[in-house]
């Protein structure tokens, strides 16, 4: 088996198991750690992209995924600060 394949085999399985991880995985109400849980499948997306020489595809997923962890780690944090003004009200 070639190197190519060991790395779309992995890619399809980081996919898979990340995905269900970050379904029924541990510390799903946590909004922040679920975030984190979501960067194993996308690490296999890029790995499935970068086995069938997608250029592109994979320079343009990881620009946008880089800005989206930015924006959505700021929402969690302003929605925690949120809640937490609440909470003293």
């Known amino acids: 088996m070639d190197l190519i394949t060991l790395i779309i085999y992995l890619g399809y399985f980081l996919l898979v ?29 890029a790995l499935i992209f970068l086995a069938y020489n997608e250029t592109l595809a994979l320079m343009t997923f990881l620009g946008v995924n880089a800005i989206l ?8 944090v302003m929605n925690t600060e949120f ?4 909470a003293n009200e």
């Open 17 to 45: 198991v990340g995905t269900i991880g970050v379904v029924f995985g541990p510390m799903t109400d946590d909004p922040f750690k679920r975030l984190l849980n979501i960067e194993v499948p996308s690490i296999g997306v």
């Open 69 to 76: 962890i930015l924006v959505l780690v700021r929402a969690i």
């Open 83 to 86: 809640g937490e003004e609440d």
